[in-house]
């Protein structure tokens, strides 16, 4: 089946710096979806991309679909101790009968005092 | 509001018991998923349901059990068959054939095994 391959899996930052992270496939997708997922609760959706090349905003989120299809990025600008969580891409590809969403392991980001 | 719940938050077992975790939304939605999150393993996929009373296996369906009554609730069975049910559960649903807006989750069952 397809996979993704988040990276990296572990950050740990100064509060006030940039964070980027990156999911890559050997597999197109055509939907590109990246969530956060606090301690102890569930995932929430940040952003969600549907045409290659587009870049969407989210506040001090940036997310982009790669040229490829086969990649995203998430970019967090001036880091805060609230971004502190787990991340997760998502893609979809409605092709060839898959009906559901195939998830990235996960950048656990965490932010030193 | 419009939502999925999940509970209970936290749920300890005795080994050799079965427990079953609830998951209901009121979204409106057709599909719905259960998830088990471990460290470091990212959420694999246990169960997933399209439609009322229809489920298919996930990748790591062994000793759980679904079912689908209604369009609202999708139950998770963890049985004694489980050899590591220690683990965060998470449940989430999505329209149907348009996963690609997104899956809406629960904010997850913790269970332990004591």
């Known amino acids: 089946g397809q996979q993704l391959n988040q990276s990296p899996q572990s950050m740990f930052i100064q509060e006030g710096e940039d964070v980027s992270m990156n999911c890559t496939s050997s597999?197109?997708?055509?939907?590109w979806l990246w969530y956060k997922q606090d301690p102890g609760e569930g995932p929430v959706l940040l952003i969600a991309l549907y045409k290659a090349g587009e870049l969407t905003s989210n506040g001090r989120l940036t997310a982009q679909f790669g040229i490829t299809r086969k990649d995203s990025f998430l970019n967090i600008s001036a880091s805060i101790p609230s971004d502190v969580g787990i991340y997760f891409c998502?893609?979809?590809?409605?092709?060839?009968?898959?009906?559901?969403?195939?998830f990235g392991k996960g950048t656990h980001l965490i932010i030193q005092p | 509001d419009g939502g999925i719940t999940q509970s209970p938050k936290y749920l300890f077992r005795k080994e050799g018991q079965n427990v079953t975790l609830s998951c209901e939304q009121n979204?409106?939605?057709?599909?719905m998923y259960w998830y088990r999150q471990d460290p470091g393993q990212g959420l694999r996929l246990i169960y997933y349901s399209q439609i009322v009373n229809d489920f298919q296996k996930g990748d790591i369906a062994e000793g759980y059990s679904v079912s689908r009554e209604k369009k609202e609730s999708f139950p998770l069975t963890v049985t004694s068959a489980q050899k590591n049910p220690t683990a965060f559960y998470l449940c989430a649903s999505s329209i149907r054939r348009q996963a690609f807006y997104g899956y809406t989750f629960g904010s997850g069952t913790r269970l332990t095994v004591v």
């Open positions: 979204l409106n939605h057709d599909a």
């Open positions: 597999s197109i997708f055509n939907t």
């Open positions: 998502a893609g979809f590809y409605s092709g060839g009968g898959a009906d559901g969403l195939t």
